[in-house]
């Protein structure tokens, strides 16, 4: 090893070192990245807060996945519905269009109708349980807009699914 290696070893063995004291600036420095000041915990609008969309889309869940050809809910499908329609019977402020894609088989005007077959596969469960049908709509891609490109079934699975995507309901 020569001089020069082991210089650029010992520059970065002291850079890591220097970083390693949370407290080198003292406790009058602290910056609050946890928003503790915050009520509840939750920075409004942020994936922590119960009432934003951030929280639907990663905590409840925006989309359920169909098999090939299928527009027929999967027991793990309504299990992410049902938490759908009680997000949305809680912030009714929100309104939903439920979007249906499918993967790149088949013809566009096939994939088209099966997407909105799956669109509105979702929307009949989310009325059934008790969520207001004038609060949503449905709209099919079909092959359109695909989650993951290529040509393999992993690919596939991701694309043949129906999305919902919520936005605060203009108050007039």
Known sequence: MNILS???ILAAVMALGACSSADRFGSGNAVDLN??????GALAGSPQDPTSAAYFQQTV?????FAVDQSTLT???MATLDGQA???NTNVEYSAVIEGH???QGTREYNLALGARRANAVLEYLTSQGVASNRMKV???GKERPLEICSEESCYAKNRRAVTVISVVPTS
């Open 6 to 8: 082991k210089m650029t």
């Open 35 to 40: 928003n503790s000041g915050v009520a509840g």
């Open 61 to 65: 869940g925006d989309r359920v996945l």
């Open 75 to 77: 027991p793990q499908g």
């Open 86 to 88: 009680q997000w949305l």
């Open 102 to 104: 499918a993967d790149e």
């Open 139 to 141: 709209i099919s891609y």
